[in-house]
């Protein structure tokens, strides 16, 4: 019976102590631990830079959906999120950022997930409350990839490291964008 004892109080120090290792230990998702670590830029870490803008908007009020207008929704300068340098993993596409930095900086961001589309690839319907069709017919998300655009979607667009990342919110297809970008929208 003494053995037993001692047996059985060996057994609950041990559950004690996993329960502790377990309580004590923040385990994280590997999406988790990138969002947590995503300013971790070190002496060797590849990165990308990242804007989000809608100045395009600034020159067509008249257009924006009255509740943004009103609701303060687009900056006074028109920049959501200015370029920002940020580490980039092994395999990451354009939306992979994109995705990690909004949710990161608490970004209004709204998307059809690559298996809900025609084409096999995320659609960012919104960013900053800013939609598709919010200030006109032909306005909605852009984007590019050292200031050219793409010919695969954002969730197919792999990236490099020193890659300058651009989303831009257009009103007229493409045509209110400034003048180095023309050409290259498609």
């Not at 830079?49 to 687009?74: F, H, M, Q, W």
């Not at 960013?127 to 979607?153: A, D, H, M, T």
Request: aromatic share 10%.
């Amino acid at each position: 019976m003494k053995g037993f004892k001692k047996d059985l109080l060996i057994i609950f120090a041990l559950v004690l102590l996993v329960a502790v290792l377990i309580l004590g230990t923040d385990i994280q998702s590997v999406d988790e631990y990138y969002l947590t670590h995503i300013d971790d830029i070190g002496p060797d870490s590849e990165t990308v830079t990242l804007s989000i803008r809608c100045d395009t908007v600034l020159a067509n009020l008249d257009k924006l959906d009255p509740a943004l207008r009103e609701g303060g929704y687009v900056p006074e300068d028109g920049i959501i999120f200015p370029e920002t340098k940020l580490v980039l993993r092994e395999g990451d596409t354009v939306f992979d950022i994109l995705s990690r930095a909004t949710r990161y900086y608490r970004i209004q961001m709204e998307y059809q997930g690559a298996d809900e589309t025609a084409l096999g690839t995320a659609y960012v319907e919104g960013l900053g409350n800013l939609y598709q069709f919010s200030c006109g017919e032909g306005s909605g998300w852009i984007f590019f990839v050292n200031g050219k655009r793409p010919s695969e979607g954002a969730s197919h667009c792999k990236l490099a490291d020193g890659d300058r990342i651009e989303w831009i919110y257009t009103c007229r297809f493409g045509a209110d964008l400034p003048d180095h970008y023309q050409g290259v929208v498609k």
